[in-house]
RNA sequence: CGGGGCGUGGCGCAGCCUGGUAGCGCACCUGCUUUGGGAGCAGGGGGUCGCCGGUUCGAAUCCGGCCGCCCCGACCA
């Protein structure tokens, strides 16, 4: 590709309103362009790497047996209300000229298995694994970071079908075969992280996390170790032990109503302290939720525990029911308590608990002597809590693919149903498994960005070759530049060759914020010697010049082998 | 949905407080010179100042309403 025939307008300066390096470097390399909030344009050079990662996902799916088809964006309503999603805030609603309800698909399990609720008749149709590339639109609340978080995004998903849960296990580990490889391609770091099954049910799901800064997600990590916060289990950092009594000792503390002010005024560490939290479930009861005093209530894990969602009490509630806000504590409280493990696997007293009196806290108090409680695991894992004798750390991640065991929940209310051996009507047993290209492509700019822009691995990189030619038409170097072009090409090559009018230092940079692997520079002076210089993108590493002449392609094929 | 911020040429911004018909840098076009790290000179094109309404002789500027976009939080199958 000639680059005075391309689409490239890349920008000396950032836009205003981006902050996420890949949103910046993706404006300012040309790559991508917005339309609204959360809507963007794909410009040639971007589509070219979003569609090589494409081309690696695709091949992994087929290499697990997957089988390419396409469904369409609009749905029928009807259909999700039949598995009662039509009503989601996230899903975009809209009517035809005959005011016929449909809706835009934010993925596509209703269609599949309305399909395949047709289409199966026989356990010998199972099992199958199908998938397509579409695009998913999802009324996000926040749109934010570029192509990070987008109103409307191309996905593959991919969905399994198998005739019992022996069947989804292994339709579950053959993608995480093909997902593993699919990240190792793209040459992302990543993660396969447990992650919540939310409100969907299910029986279990992972999350493919890649790091980056502006990630909005969090992933807790050790050696053999790595869960989305969500669900991260570890063991927490001891604290001293507060001093143990024969009973519960009210002590006065005037206006103390948080945990910094209490510890404060006690002369005691906030983890000495307990931290009550009272919620309402959706079933209307009211629960007293304990944490230490120095963590949090991690409220993914607590409506796990709870099996049901939950809001926190209202001031007249806990006012009603336990006690005065600011001093309540599970002493005497006449509601059940669900005590977070770090404080009953300690299995010690000495707490310092609100009294539910005004004013007042307890010290001496001792879970199991004091106050009955259900132990749950319901806390936030913090940097420094060890697993497996390892200290976590906690890094910012985005999620760039998940796989999620559905069971029946999509097969029972479409009616997705086969006949097996004997006869019986089963419903299938299905699971989902989602990727996102657009976020491989910013997770992998995120990931190996520098300070003068993209660095692309040879993967996703949108040409494998940058050719510079300096000089002006007409010179001797922009001759030999055209010819390498032309031999380059000729051997089939991804090259793009800036052929512009422009300076050196202009074409240099933008070489450098396009960020292709290998950057060829014929000039005056490599020519002299007969040669293009070679850079290696990645750590602006000079590499061996490339002798002009009928052995170039192969001193350049040589050149990329090198290159990540 | 709560909080904060911003809408002026393709991009980045000034002008607004104190009203007088729009400016700077980059980019773009023409010519000449220049050509290894974002060149120089000369000439030139391009803006309903987000939209609607109000005040005024006169509105980018003041007032009201609306729309859009960004950031933080909430939310996120």
Redesign the pocket.
Known sequence: MRMTELLL????????????PS?VLGVRAGLVR?L????WTWLPAGFRSHQRAIAIVREEMDAIGGQEMLMPVIHPRELWRRTG?DE???LFKLEDRRGARLVLA??HEESVTFHMAQLVRSYRDLPKILYHFQV?A?D???????VL?TREFV?K?AYSFDRDEAGLQESYDKHVVAYDRIFDRAGLEWYRVESDV???GGSGAHEYMAPCAAG??EVALAPGYAANVEVARAEPRPVPPGEPLAAPLEVSTPGATTIEQVAGLLGVPAGTLLKAYPVVTDGGDLRLVVVRGDHRVN?VKLRNALREGFRPAHPEEIERRIGPPGFIGPVGAQVPVLLDEAVAAARVGGWVAGANRPDAHLRGVEPGRDFAFEAVDVRSVEAGDLVGGHAIRIEPAIEVG?I?KLGTRYSEPLGATFLDEAGVERPIIMG?Y?IGPARIVAASIEQHADE?GISWPRALAPWQVHLVG???AG?P?RAAADELYGALRGAGFEVLYDDR?????????????LGCPLRL???????ADGNA?A?ARRGQVALEPVPLGDDAPAVVAERLGGLV
């Open positions: 307008p890349t920008e000396r300066e950032a836009p205003a309103d981006a902050e996420a949103h917005q609204g909030a959360g809507l999603r989601l805030d996230e934010m993925t998913k999802r996000e609340p926040r749109p934010r970071a570029g978080r996905m998903d939310g409100m969907m909005e997600n409220d998940n999620f989902s989602g003068r300096l000089g002006k010179t170097e009018a422009g300076g050196a230092g202009e074409k240099l940079t933008d070489a450098e914020l520079t014929v000039g005056r002076r490599a020519l210089e850079q």
